[in-house]
């Protein structure tokens, strides 16, 4: 991994749209080397969330493509006199858009057929895609050349509306409501001729709002907005796009449930998954802990199960079936160490644990485990 950083500083130093093709396979090339070309024997999810979310943590390249455009891109919204150069010319070159307008528009010609633009546009509509929100219709999406609102198959683009000010859906709307053809006219002097038009507005965002309710904005639109403030980095925006991919646990939990009789708190289990990492500082004994928690050793029954091994029985005792508890805890042959060990901790700790099969494997006091009546 340690190519990331290189392929992240020339990704993170061009405001351009590097092929995806290229940033995929790097992944593509990652993952093949971990599992020596064979499927993968961990959910993929799992590989790339958050260690603290019971993941791996493994970069995925054309998420940080798309975190440090989101980054610059928070540039549109500083305060007048502290934004970069390039603020100000694209500004100029939206007109009579504004860049935020632009980024959310689906049609229209980019000016100049500009590659910063189109890249611009494609990173909001792929970082919403990424964590799976849609951008086209809040209040600040742009009411003009956006394919959700047509009229008469036709985006929307009326010139002289737009250069009266109204650009965004929220401009035409108080409240919740429609603004009335009165209030437009004060507000933005339309002329009374654009009854017309207005009607056709008022019914095309109506139409628009029985099949999908109008939110004030997205999350990457909050961010984005609030970034300047927050100083926020490319690393929140990533963290974003990890945290809508969650690996899914839940089967899991259900599972280390059935082994030990008892249900195991939400809280205890964000702690087992999240924590592995912090137990230790050596990689070894962190991914021993992983493997554990996410039951990936090969068991005798596992491996008799692929026809691995002839025989299921744990290869220890050649007496029970080696399932993970049993290969863990249940042998007779484990309790002495567990005993040993518990022994050590109580004494160096001055602590009261007590051996259980939820304590030895996962480290769960028994406070957080309630026991399934017999
Ligand atoms: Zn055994």
């Known amino acids: 991994m340690i190519v990331v950083p290189q392929i992240n500083y020339i990704i993170y130093m061009l ?35 958050a260690k603290e979310d019971g993941g791996l943590a493994m970069p995925r390249v054309h998420w940080y493509h798309y975190a440090f455009s989101l980054n610059q891109l928070s540039k549109i919204y500083g305060a007048d006199g502290q934004s ?11 007109e009579p858009f ?14 100049f057929n500009s590659p910063l633009l189109r890249f611009e546009r494609e990173t909001w509509r792929t970082s919403h895609q990424i964590v799976g929100s849609k951008p086209l219709f809040t209040r600040r999406s742009s009411l003009w050349n956006n394919k959700l609102l047509k009229v008469g198959r036709k985006v929307l683009f009326w010139r002289t509306w737009t250069e009266a000010g109204i650009i965004y859906i929220e401009d035409v709307l108080e409240g919740d409501k429609f603004i009335s053809f009165e209030q437009m006219m004060t507000k933005y002097h339309i002329p009374k001729t654009a009854f017309w038009k207005y009607l056709q507005l008022r019914s095309c965002l109506l139409s628009m709002q029985k099949r999908t309710p109008l939110i004030k904005q997205t999350l990457v639109q909050e961010m984005i907005q609030a970034s300047q403030l927050t100083k926020k980095t490319a690393s929140a925006f990533y963290s974003l796009m990890r945290q809508s991919h969650p690996p899914g646990l839940s089967g899991l939990k259900k599972v280390w449930e059935e082994d030990l009789g008892g249900e195991i708190s939400e809280e205890m289990w964000k702690d087992i998954t999240g ?26 029954c596992k491996m008799a199960k692929l026809k691995l091994r002839d025989s299921d029985l744990c290869w220890r005792c050649h007496r029970s079936k080696g399932t993970l508890s ?22 160096v700790l001055g602590t009261k644990f007590v051996q259980n099969p939820a304590l030895c494997p996962l480290g769960i006091g028994m406070s957080y485990l309630i026991v399934y009546p017999v």
Request: glycine share 2%.
């Open 15 to 49: 405001p351009l749209n590097f092929p995806l093709l290229v940033l995929k396979k790097f992944n593509k090339i990652a993952e093949t080397f971990l599992w020596s070309g064979k499927s993968p024997s961990l959910n993929r999810t799992k590989l790339y969330a």
């Open 84 to 94: 970069p150069a390039w603020v100000s010319i694209e500004r100029e070159l939206t």
């Open 98 to 111: 504004s860049i935020h307008a632009f980024m959310t528009q689906t049609e229209g010609e980019i000016p």
């Open 275 to 300: 924590s592995w990492y912090k137990i230790s500082r050596e990689i070894q004994t962190r991914l021993i802990i992983y493997k554990i928690i996410h039951r990936c050793y090969w068991t005798p």
């Open 326 to 347: 049993h290969m863990l805890y249940d042998c007779h042959l484990t309790q002495n160490l567990w005993k040993t060990i518990i022994g050590f901790v109580n004494k």
